[in-house]
């Protein structure tokens, strides 16, 4: 029954993709190109001039003119999704194969992974100079992006969990990129612990998935369409559902799993901006929107469970992002706030998955752009903490004008991005779920706010640090500027007045129409407005003591973070590590080490038993017959008395002996 | 006629004697005697049952056992003689060289 | 028992105390002397036993020669005289086995014999029909032992040669 439905989808891909063209035949480039960067940058990258920059460059900056083209023959093709793989290997009736899904929204992902690839890897020419391991470095980053692309190009989900853990492991040797500095090793191991915990729920989601198909299928369409015509147990989805969640709280930095993420901006600004605002984050929301159908199909309380967790990380981090001196952790719990929006709003349904994803395409260009400007003000003032910035519009303003644009963007200021895409957001949510909505007003107010802070703590007022600040150089506010504009643009794609092209191209089934809401409007500038004047009117003047101090208690609780990182640590990390720890020192010291030596003194002790054995039984019995010998022969010699008579005497007896003998017998 | 067991047991006799003196005296030339003893013995054996099978190849083997005798007491004191010019005794428990 | 047997008795007993004595006697030549007696007595033995020929050889060569060869033995050998000198500790032993071979020996014959007399005409040991014999059937042999005495003539004389240094 279930290899019949794979024999329809199988037929059914042939006849979806009607007439293929080159840029979508050959999606997989994408993914190649960055690989074969990150090989080319780690065994010549040393010697090219440029030190290696120049291959990274080129692959993703020719992966982005070929998905830009794949996006345009996916437009023309009339919005025909297209598959094709090659078989890898197989087990039993299970088939592993590696292949290419490209729809709509893998074309957009890949224009977003590679758009702010390109960007961070020129930036990174002018922020990473003179690095010691600058080389090293650009290999990272082209991985990262084959990596990432390989997630969302895949087409089978073993394939997609390759690629997330070559994320990972991407993620932690970057934010671990200065570990020379404990501070940022540790950050490292915490981000990659982190995820992981939540990577293994997101395989036995995929076991129990593949597991539920009967061992027949691991891709992701074949899934789809047995999940939707009701082959498969509900229990199970929702089961594999709600673990594949798990591997989403991890990577998206969801509550409970979010720890990681401020701690990872010990690492270098573009790292920041590409992994852990724009990409890397994103994998995890990416997921729920691929598989889609089994959230859809699985029970109801899954669905609820995720709207749950996306609904207390948006808020909780927001307002974590409130008492935050240093930029890059503004800007990481803002992150962690956009990404639980991503996260609840995909809790509605179909609406919420496309409104999603098209938040996750705006908010990639204008968090990417935040960080990257971050990094800037970092470079010009040697130093994170916006105490010690101020005023810095006059000595940079590209910088400025550029961060002003993205912090639009992030308040959601029409007609910036941000706009358009939290409308949605709040237009999805307003139909019926009235309590996701309230939270997400909320959320947006207090997004308004620490963003107008942070602005107006970064650029002015007056200058509170040690140094010169300057303008950076080109190839930082180049990239700068690119995504500025991207910025100013992209809000438009998905903008219900002039079409929403985006929602042609990302929908879930069908694509949806997208209308402009007018109260639902008003209400998410007149929040965002509200956010931004408020922060305006505390934060114009520079006051030593933070205002945001005055609320007290709350204060503290922000302070340390809801206290998370200590339950963790001192409820789960000591407690399972130090004993822990300790059993297993005592096994390997007594156990293992008692079973080594045990091993050596058996061998020992039986070699000396076999050696007492072999002097005392072995040479004993050879020496002993050799002396039996010489004993019975000494006892015997005396016979030869040389006296004949004696012999004699001894013939005679025997004669007679014999006569008698033979003469009886 | 002379039964036959009489004159084996007569031979039996001289026989046993000639045994008992080849075992127990210690004069090499005494040895040499008692071997005579035995030979005649075995000689009046052989002649007895000539008589008594009515043939004369006993009597004919007898010769021939005289005359080895007569050979080897002649070699055999010839040997006394030399062990006797090289040690100076002919006591034959002396002469045990080829011994442990 | 007839008077051949009877005669016989007397002679074998003669025979039988001169064997005892050549083989306990303290003098040498006094065994000699027994020898020569027990040797008699075989050889008329010989003589009622119809064997003429080899009687009269055997006086001739045993007593004749052949004890004369001893007491020129004892004689260049100088015999000690005494118990100790002439008998060794093996008496006992000796003389168990000497009892044991008599026992042995007498115990077949007369389990083989008959002990009951036989009138057969005895065959006439003359010199005729033993020389008869010889060169008839028993040619070989006697030449072997004309080359056995010529041996021991020469060995004899070889070994009691005096080893001189040329």
């Not at chain 1, 609820?304 to 948006?314: K, L, P, R, S, Y």
Request: a negative charge; charged letters at 10%; one cysteine or more.
């Amino acid at each position: 029954m279930v290899a019949a439905i794979l024999l329809q989808g199988e037929e059914a891909a042939e006849h979806v993709a009607a007439a293929p063209n080159w840029f979508v035949e050959n999606a997989w480039l994408v993914v190649l190109l960055p690989m074969i960067s990150a090989a080319l940058t780690l065994f010549v990258g040393k010697r090219t001039p440029g030190k290696g920059s120049v291959y990274g460059i080129a692959a993703v900056g020719a992966s982005l003119i070929l998905s830009l083209g794949v996006l345009w023959q996916f437009v023309q093709n009339g919005g025909a999704t297209y598959e094709s793989s090659v078989d890898w290997f197989q087990i039993g009736p299970l088939h592993m194969e590696v292949g290419q899904l490209v729809d709509g929204l893998t074309a957009v992902m890949m224009i977003v992974v590679t758009a702010v690839s390109l960007a961070v890897h020129v930036y990174s020419i002018g922020y990473m100079h003179g690095d010691q391991r600058f080389t090293w470095f650009f290999v990272v980053l082209s991985l990262f992006t084959a990596a990432m692309l390989n997630v969302v190009i895949a087409n089978n989900l073993f394939q997609l969990l390759v690629g997330w853990e070559i994320m990972g492991v991407c993620s932690y040797l970057l934010i671990g990129h200065w570990w020379e500095e404990h501070v940022n090793s540790s950050s490292a191991i915490k981000a990659f612990i982190t995820t992981r915990i939540g990577d293994v729920p997101f395989m036995f989601g995929i076991f129990v998935l593949v597991a539920a198909t009967g061992f027949e299928t691991t891709n992701i369409r074949e899934i789809g369409e047995l999940v939707a015509g009701g082959e498969l147990a509900v229990g199970l989805v929702s089961i594999s559902a709600l673990l594949l969640f798990g591997g989403t709280i991890g990577k998206s930095a969801q509550f409970p799993l979010h720890v990681w993420l401020p701690d990872a901006m010990a690492g270098p600004t573009p790292v920041s901006a590409l992994i852990h605002a724009a990409t890397m984050v994103a994998a995890g929301v990416y997921l729920v929107g691929r598989l889609f159908e089994i959230f859809v199909h699985a029970e109801a309380y899954v669905l609820q469970v995720v709207g749950v967790v996306g609904g207390i990380t948006m808020l909780g981090a927001g307002l974590l992002g409130l008492v935050q001196d240093d930029i890059k952790r503004v800007l990481a719990y803002s992150t962690v706030s956009q990404l639980g929006y991503m996260v609840a709003i995909m809790s509605i349904g179909p609406i919420g998955r496309d409104a999603a994803f098209f938040h996750l395409f705006t908010h990639a260009f204008f968090k990417a752009l935040l960080f990257l400007g971050s990094g800037s003000v970092i470079h010009a003032c040697h130093t994170n903490n916006m105490s010690e910035m101020g005023g810095l519009r006059k000595p940079m303003p590209v910088t400025f004008w550029t961060f002003l644009i993205g912090a639009g963007a992030l308040a959601g200021i029409p007609p910036l991005a941000g706009f358009w895409s939290k409308d949605e957001l709040l237009v999805g949510a307003s139909e019926g779920h009235e309590v996701l909505f309230v939270v997400m007003v909320l959320t947006a107010v207090v997004t308004a706010f620490y963003t107008t802070r942070m602005v107006m703590q970064t650029f002015f007022g007056a200058y509170r640090g040690h140094g010169h600040p300057h303008e950076s150089p080109l190839s930082m506010t180049g990239p700068l500027v690119a995504l500025a504009t991207a910025t100013l643009f992209v809000g438009w794609l998905g903008a219900g007045p002039v079409g929403a092209a985006f929602f042609d191209w990302v929908f879930f089934e069908e694509p949806e129409a997208v209308h402009l809401v007018a109260w639902v409007a008003t209400l998410s500038i007149g929040v965002a407005l509200l956010g931004v004047i408020a922060g305006f009117a505390v934060y114009r003047r520079w006051r030593d003591r933070d205002p945001i101090r005055s609320l007290g208690p709350v204060y503290t609780l922000l302070e340390n973070k809801y206290y998370l990182d200590d339950i963790y640590w001192k409820g789960i990390i000591r407690p399972i590590r130090d004993p822990i720890a300790a059993a297993v020192y005592w096994f390997d010291q007594n156990v293992l080490d008692g079973v080594v030596n045990g091993a050596a003194g058996v061998t020992k002790g039986s070699a000396k038993v076999v050696n007492a054995f072999d002097q005392k039984v072995i040479d004993g019995a050879v020496n002993g017959s050799a002396n039996l010998a010489g004993f019975t022969g000494g006892l015997l010699r005396y016979i030869q008395s040389g006296n004949v008579q004696r012999y004699a005497a001894f013939l005679f007896a025997g004669v007679v002996v014999l006569a008698i003998i033979f003469t009886r017998i | 006629m002379i039964r036959l067991p009489l004159v084996l047991t007569f031979s039996a006799v001289l026989f046993s004697t000639g045994v008992y003196g080849v075992l127990a005296r210690r004069n090499a030339v005494l040895v040499l005697m008692s071997i005579e003893l035995m030979l005649n013995a075995v000689n009046i054996n052989l002649v007895a049952f000539s008589q008594h099978l009515q043939q004369v190849t006993g009597q004919v083997f007898a010769l021939f056992v005289i005359a080895v005798a007569a050979a080897e007491v002649g070699i055999g004191l010839a040997i006394v003689i030399l062990i006797y010019r090289n040690r100076e005794t002919i006591n034959v428990d002396e002469v045990n060289l080829l011994k442990w | 028992m007839s008077s051949q047997e009877i005669a016989f008795v007397i002679v074998a007993v003669a025979g039988t105390i001169g064997a005892f004595r050549v083989v306990t006697a303290r003098n040498v030549v006094h065994a000699a002397l027994y020898l020569v007696v027990t040797l008699s007595s075989t050889g008329v033995v010989y003589l009622l036993l119809a064997a003429e020929f080899v009687a009269w050889v055997q006086i001739l060569i045993y007593v004749g020669a052949i004890v004369i060869l001893f007491l020129f033995g004892l004689m260049l050998t100088k015999a000690p005289i005494g118990r100790e000198a002439l008998d060794n500790q093996r008496r006992g032993v000796a003389f168990l086995v000497g009892l044991a071979v008599f026992g042995g020996l007498f115990y077949l014959l007369q389990d083989a014999f008959p002990w009951t007399a036989s009138d057969v005409e005895p065959v006439q040991g003359s010199a005729s029909s033993i020389g008869t014999s010889i060169f008839a059937d028993f040619v070989l042999p006697f030449e072997a032992v004309s080359f056995l005495l010529l041996a021991a003539l020469i060995g004899a004389v070889v070994l009691s040669r005096k080893d001189d240094a040329p």
